[in-house]
């Protein structure tokens, strides 16, 4: 009987099920991440999805309106800009680039963050607190003031614009680390690990860095829209990536002066980055939700 009984018992979801139950729950989160599988992979195969190359000039048709409007053409389904330049073929390799600048930032953010707030946590004393001045430092100023300054000492261009933000946001990572690592210090197998001769990076990375994870990856998420926002408004700034680099920010930057007599050329790709942005930011709100025991249903 206690054979039955047991194989009656439901078996339970391992955690990978049980994180995609809690993540389905919110239905916004799953639209959002949807739209971002979408964009991304429409940034992988850029190459064979767009219908044009995102510099080729068509000299006869510049500033052609979307199809749905008069004087379209199915050739250029949302247009040309003041250069004849297919702008569909210019979203779908721009959505490359914000991608690619925004996972960059926040993996080599991530990086820096780990190491310097474990540091932080372990060493203590006159090293956490240089490390945590310098990050206060640069969260005192503004994000936008502090990115701009970066890139106008090393040079507008697509690579200085991911130093720059990187440098922006990896405070953040770095603070968020160290008070994570700092609840776990005490704990009884951290304790227990350090008696039976642990060394101090493992016991860092290895021991310590996995229970920490679960608010770093939802701050990535979440990072990865904030440093695509950023860069573009360096862009916009003339800052980032320079022509004919089709980055979003540089797009509406280089079209701004259309936006009374032309209006979808600056219109496009503003959509763009509004809705990548908005759907990171709902998906980081559904991973958020999924991570943390205190908001699952039970």
């Known amino acids: 009987m206690a054979v039955d009984a047991l194989a009656a018992e439901p078996k339970r979801p391992g955690p990978i099920a049980e994180f995609w139950q809690s993540f389905a729950e919110n239905r916004g989160a799953v639209v959002g991440l949807a739209v971002v599988v979408i964009i991304g992979l429409l940034a992988i195969f ?151 001769g642990v060394g101090p990076i493992r016991l860092m990375f290895v021991t310590v860095l996995p229970n920490c994870l679960a608010p770093l990856i939802v701050q990535a998420a979440l990072g990865v829209s904030d440093a695509i926002l950023e860069a573009a408004a360096l862009g916009f700034l003339g800052l980032g990536a320079q022509p004919p680099i089709p980055e979003w920010g540089a797009m509406l930057a280089d079209n701004r002066e259309f936006i009374r007599s032309n209006p979808w050329i600056v219109t496009l790709p503003g959509l763009a980055i509004l809705i990548t942005v908005v759907a990171v930011n709902i998906m980081g709100d559904g991973l958020r939700d999924a991570l943390d025991p205190k908001l699952r249903r039970s």
């Open 46 to 196: 850029a190459d064979i999805v767009a219908p044009h190359s995102a510099i080729e000039q068509f000299r006869d048709f510049t500033k052609l309106p979307p199809v749905w409007e008069d004087g379209g053409l199915w050739r250029f389904p949302l247009g040309t800009d003041a250069l004849g330049r297919d702008a569909l073929s210019r979203l779908i390799h721009g959505a490359r680039i914000s991608l690619f600048i925004g996972l960059m930032v926040m993996s080599v953010s991530i990086a820096m963050g780990v190491v310097l707030g474990l540091v932080a946590a372990f060493a203590g004393g006159i090293v956490d607190m240089i490390i945590m001045r310098v990050m206060d430092l640069i969260i005192a100023v503004p994000s936008l003031v502090l990115a701009i300054l970066v890139v106008a000492v090393l040079g507008p261009s697509l690579e200085n614009t991911i130093v720059a933000v990187t440098i922006v946001y990896m405070p953040r990572y770095v603070r968020l680390v160290r008070a994570s690592a700092l609840g776990e210090i005490g704990k009884d197998y951290v304790t227990a690990a350090r008696v039976i």
